[in-house]
């Protein structure tokens, strides 16, 4: 059975970092782009970043890029997160979720979520 | 970035009602485009990929159609464990784009 679970998710203070990790279990991840997806308290869902079977490829939504970076340890079964220069708008449940076309197309299945709150 | 406009953005219906839901991107994104299911709480699951291609184990009650730019998502015979938030999304350009959900309640 496929099973996503995130973590690294808590209270940050704006300007602050955060890791997440995302891991897989029940197939094999480097055969797989993975993608994070984020939704704000009571809002719809936004896309942030995918990152290609191997690693070689990134790409973000202008909203995170160059704050935050998205990696891979296909040894580990793993995808993370970095997330620098918090800011309150980034506050959101994070998903990480798979990839089933390539290079990118629908996203399943989904991990649970971890929730990222950016206060002072 | 391809918007996404959803139509409507909430919608109250009975057991047993035929319900739609529209998609308009605003550009021709082909065929490439899917909807989500999320419950309350939960995390989304895909129910359609490529416009018309159910999900393994997605009930055949969940039908999409469309091409372009204007798509529809159906429930034929709405059950009670359908009332949650819809959502589509096209991957024919980065950034992959959501439309702003419709969601689906019981009257």
């Known amino acids: 059975q496929v099973q996503l679970v995130e973590s690294g998710g808590g209270v940050v203070q704006p300007g602050r970092s955060l890791r997440l990790s995302c891991a897989v279990s029940?197939?094999?991840?480097?055969?797989?782009?993975m993608h994070w997806v984020r939704q704000a308290p009571g809002k719809g869902l936004e896309w942030v970043a995918v990152?290609?079977?191997?690693?070689?490829?990134?790409y973000y939504a202008d909203s995170v890029k160059g704050r935050f970076t998205i990696s891979r340890d296909n040894s580990k079964n793993t995808l993370y997160l970095q997330l620098n220069s918090l800011r309150p708008d980034d506050t959101a449940v994070y998903y990480c979720?798979?990839?089933?076309?390539?290079?990118?197309?629908?996203?399943?299945?989904w991990g649970q979520g971890t929730l990222v709150t950016v206060s002072s | 970035d391809i918007q996404m406009t959803q139509s409507p953005s909430s919608l109250s219906a009975s057991v047993g009602d035929r319900v739609t839901i529209t998609c308009q991107a605003s550009?021709?994104?082909?065929?490439?485009l899917n909807w989500y299911q999320q419950k309350p709480g939960k995390a989304p699951k895909l129910l359609i990929y490529d416009v018309s291609n159910l999900e393994t184990g997605v009930p055949l009650r969940f039908s999409g159609s469309g091409s372009g730019t204007d798509f529809t998502f159906t429930i034929n015979s709405l059950q009670p464990e359908d009332i949650a938030t819809y959502y589509c999304?096209?991957?024919?350009?980065?950034?992959?784009?959501f439309g702003g959900g419709t969601k689906v309640e019981m009257k």
């Open positions: 550009q021709d994104i082909s065929n490439y």
């Open positions: 990152i290609s079977y191997d690693g070689s490829n990134k």
């Open positions: 999304q096209q991957y024919d350009k980065l950034p992959l784009t």
């Open positions: 979720a798979t990839d089933r076309r390539f290079p990118w197309g629908w996203f399943a299945p």
């Open positions: 029940g197939f094999t991840l480097s055969r797989n782009a």
